[in-house]
T-cell receptor, first 112, second 115 residues
Framework: DQQVKQNSPSLSVQEGRISILNCDYT??????FLWYKKYPAEGPTFLISISSIKDKNEDGRFTVFLNKSAKHLSLHIVPSQPGDSAVYFC???????????FGTGTLLAVQP | NAGVTQTPKFQVLKTGQSMTLQCAQDMNHEYMSWYRQDPGMGLRLIHY???????DQGEVPNGYNVSRSTTEDFPLRLLSAAPSQTSVYFC??????????????FGPGTRLTVL
């Protein structure tokens, strides 16, 4: 049972445009959400997070939106740059567990 | 700071062999964890530790053992390797203040193949 889902395995966007990566979750007890970025042959690196008490969090070109009623979050990257090309993992935690549950990842390719 | 280091980077085992994946961090983090990454599966938690001497199971603990004798080190032992354990293994750590699931710092990974 996949509690955190990233339904798009890959996404391709042009440099300068907006990238939107989506994530859905099923466990209503999740109260903290994170995005990680991973380059090939490297470990994931933390990108941005959001608590369930908020619906938006910004950090430079990266914004995460949380829609609790839809159990959906999204990561917006504006403007997209070729260096943003990587796999992006959504993760969630909360409720009865303090463990981090990851989605399957979305491979973002930003074309120059 | 070296951050989180993992050795070896690559390893090939035969079915039934045992080995230990090493993980060390120099950030004085209380929390450490082990994940495996498989195609189409994301990262799945194997074992984690909230401090020296304390460990607990994650989502997929079978076939693995851990111990935490020091704050810095968190080795993962494969008792009898199976082809299903072919994967990329990541160690991660985080500060006590932010909790197990917050802003974990990951090592570069160990790519393990079991024949």
């Amino acid at each position: 049972d996949q509690q955190v889902k990233q339904n798009s395995p890959s996404l391709s966007v042009q440099e300068g445009r907006i990238s939107i990566l989506n994530c859905d979750y099923t466990n209503s007890m999740f109260d903290y959400f994170l995005w990680y970025k991973k380059y090939p042959a490297e470990g994931p690196t933390f990108l941005i997070s959001i608590s369930s008490i908020k619906d938006k969090n910004e950090d430079g070109r990266f914004t995460v939106f949380l829609n609790k009623s839809a159990k959906h979050l999204s990561l917006h990257i504006v403007p997209s740059q070729p260096g943003d090309s990587a796999v992006y993992f959504c993760a969630a935690s909360g409720g009865a567990t303090n463990k981090l549950i990851f989605g399957t990842g979305t491979l973002l390719a930003v074309q120059p | 700071n070296a951050g989180v280091t993992q050795t070896p980077k690559f390893q090939v085992l035969k079915t039934g062999q045992s080995m230990t994946l090493q993980c060390a961090q120099d950030m004085n983090h209380e929390y450490m964890s082990w994940y495996r990454q498989d195609p189409g599966m994301g990262l799945r938690l194997i074992h984690y530790s909230v401090g020296a001497g304390i460990t607990d199971q994650g989502e997929v603990p079978n076939g693995y053992n851990v111990s935490r004798s020091t704050t810095e080190d968190f080795p993962l032992r494969l008792l009898s390797a199976a082809p299903s354990q072919t994967s990329v293994y990541f160690c991660a750590s985080s500060t006590e203040g932010t909790g197990l699931y917050n802003e974990q710092f990951f090592g570069p990974g160990t790519r393990l193949t079991v024949l």
